[in-house]
């Protein structure tokens, strides 16, 4: 039964029926009733692009929508939002610039796309006055992208830090709860199907750098370029440095860090000691998580699954009734307003940040010695060392956390402690973050 | 430097100046060129309205902005939004339904008002086609409004939790962690300033009633009425059942609940007992958090502070944005979607839920058939019964933990109970949540 005052029907065409797409076309029929009543929009599904006709699917959608030509989409003058979640940077973009040009608005999930062109999807957007959404881009179903630019508009944000990458928070979780390595997590994520069979974006980290510079475009008004950032994975995260994180009071999570620090906004992604009391050291199995920190509302943090079919689908749903909506009503602005608050970004290297730093040294008198010369040399303080009994993979370790040392300097302070006799394997670096 | 492609002046006028109210004309004028970036707008603050021209202020605008009559706000055709935080549900109610009448937007913060009269506004907004928004009357600062009505619009929501009165979870927090009587925590809270001088509505549960009408409004589409559900307070919360509560893997948090069961609504708020490993139950001090439960979205949760001048304001100035573009592009929607897709409530009597009963019995032997008795009798089955030690204030206490009974036969077995000679003082019935 319908109380409200209008009801419309739109068409839209999606390009992509994997996991999210199929999703997507299953959700708005299962509660289209539902999302006409909330919204005062139905929407019409009139053409579903695919690479592949002939595959099978786990949702049926009647033949007769399905094209293998993006091309298609623009062709249909009904279609008036384009609903885009074919992945890559290359037909994605080929086909958001055309769909943008065309007056469609596009409704997005690709991270990749808008962290690599996002400054120029936007640039197109804004001078044709035609909107993209993307809150499925980032933590799907956790409403960032939205509390970001519209929730938050009055603050000053002096950082957001995100746990962005389920599967990477799945096996560190793994690790950390049940003692796992990390080939044996990985493996328990892929059985489980909480990792892709190529799991390269998640466990490198640049699913959670993509997300991360989109972030970072919401919080400062710019794109910061993917190039210039710091993005390392998961992949040499060991049970071993978990035990000795764990000892000193943090667990490691792969933290998106994003801040704005003396006029410079600083973006990266790293496996980061948190203190086992932040709520962020909570967020665990698949899970997603975003901490803002505003100037005005403090801090602030929202949890949720972030990525998987229903999630993902609840941020496009959202977006399809926002540009409904924008279809009867254009507004001024087009889902992200470019600013320059906050000039430019900080290189990596620039960076100042703290670290544990754990290394594999001889058990020979002299040797902390030498490596704190090292470090004193280059003004890097340190603030405390530990040396830990010898455990399954690593000998004779040895701890140090450092405070406050810029990254650059640290990578060469590094370089030169590794040149040293003393210094077994390879040492490993992870960020230090205490939220102070 | 303005990249956007407009900028826009709006005039608005504010009412009430407390805390809120003045943190919204600061941070408005702190944050113009922000606001006006992220945004496209600027406000122009045309009159303040406040019931005693003489007080003292801790923020300073010019004296001319500032009016004792309500009216002003009206007879300004400049003032296109109107800003009500005066709270009260009759000066305020009358302000509100005046200026929607005169085509104003409403940006409250009042949840009593809300609450209580939400259906007589929302009808009125929508014959008039005048949006009103509330993001600050729920959580301010944390964006759960917009969220449940946006964001999750696809969804159908399965339930709502929240913690939502900070003075509240301060003092349950100050009792759980310090180990303080409730009248202690209460005088800290006080002094700290996280209390009013008069705190009976935080105390006594209606702050956080109001506002689980208002979650429930948008999660179901229709106004609970005030009058028919069970709204408790901390005012019974005691140290000893911190501790009891504690040593059976529970903390105590004053809880809203909202969730749909069987095609009835079902509204309250108790304190709580809430498994120690769930993440509310590490929402301490003076946080809120706001737990959503969706068809498609899963478990989610919404953390912030959720009140004081920053992240209120930040709430306000969100809606005025919001407001702006709706001024400049009307939409077919008010800020609050009627729909009958779930019928009615429940009524509280006939909820069914978990409880944490506590008594004081005599010591003797046969007392615990009694009371199984009547229990058994009303088909109230008990999951365990625990006799821990006495404590203070608690001589001979008896806990039994009782899953799934509807509260009316609860609180009728419990009325025979307390009747029984070997039961002494008043019986403590405490709502249990697993959120299974």
New interface residues.
């Given amino acids: ?6 009801m ?1 029907t739109i068409g839209i065409g999606l390009a992509g029926f994997g996991t999210v797409g199929a999703g997507v076309y299953e ?2 029929e299962r ?1 289209r ?3 006409a ?4 929009y139905s929407f019409a599904m009139r053409r579903i692009v695919v690479r592949d006709l002939q595959k099978q699917r786990d949702v049926s959608a009647p033949a007769s929508l399905f094209s293998s030509r993006w091309q298609d989409l623009l062709e249909d003058p009904e279609i008036k939002i384009i609903v885009e979640l074919i992945g890559g940077t290359t037909e994605a973009f080929d086909l958001t610039m055309a769909a943008i040009r065309s007056g469609r608005i596009v409704v997005t999930g690709n991270k990749a796309l808008l962290a690599e062109r996002g400054a120029e999807i936007f640039a197109l957007a ?1 001078e044709c006055k035609v909107p993209v959404f993307f ?1 499925a881009a980032v933590a799907g ?3 960032i992208i ?2 970001l ?8 944000i002096e950082s957001v830090h995100g746990i962005l990458n389920g599967t990477s928070n799945y096996i560190l979780t793994r690790m950390q709860e049940a003692g796992l390595d990390y080939p044996e997590a990985l493996a328990e994520a892929v059985t489980l199907g909480y990792a892709e069979a190529d799991p390269t974006l998640d466990i490198n980290g640049w699913d959670a750098g993509h997300k991360a510079i989109i972030l970072a475009a919401l919080a400062y ?1 710019f794109w910061v370029d993917p190039t210039t950032i710091r993005v390392e994975g998961i992949d040499r995260v060991s049970a071993a440095d978990i035990h000795f994180a764990k000892s000193l009071g943090y667990c490691i999570k792969l933290l998106g860090s994003i801040r704005e620090k003396n006029g410079k906004v600083e973006v990266g992604v790293a496996p980061t000691l948190i203190p086992l009391g932040n ?1 962020l050291a ?1 967020v665990n199995g698949v899970f997603n998580a975003v901490a803002v920190r ?12 972030g990525a ?1 079919r ?2 993902t ?3 496009v ?2 977006d399809l ?2 540009a409904a ?2 279809l ?6 087009f889902g992200f ?5 906050y000039g430019s970004s900080r290189s990596s290297s620039e960076i100042v940040g703290s670290y544990y730093l754990r290394l594999s040294v001889d058990d020979k008198p002299g040797v902390l010695a030498l490596i704190a010369g090292v470090l004193g040399e280059a003004g890097i303080g340190i603030s405390s060392v530990v040396q830990p009994e010898s455990i399954a993979g690593v000998e004779t370790p040895l701890v140090l956390m450092i405070h406050e040392a810029a990254y650059g300097a640290m990578c060469a302070a590094l370089a030169k402690i590794t040149a040293l006799g003393c210094v077994k394997g390879e040492p490993v670096l992870f960020n230090v973050e205490t939220f102070s």
Same sequence: chains 1, 2.
Avoid at 294 to 305: A, E, K, P, Q, T
Avoid at 328 to 333: E, S
């Fill in positions: 039964m319908m109380q409200g005052c209008f419309k959700n708005l509660h009733e539902l999302i009543e909330r919204s005062g804004s809150e179903g956790i409403p939205q509390s630019r519209d929730a938050f508009v009055g603050n000053r008004g709520v909570s505003g100037d005005l509302v403090g801090d602030s943090l929202f949890y949720g699954r998987g229903g999630p689908s609840t941020s749903i959202g009734v926002e909506h924008v009867d009503a254009p507004r001024g602005t307003a470019p600013h320059a608050l």
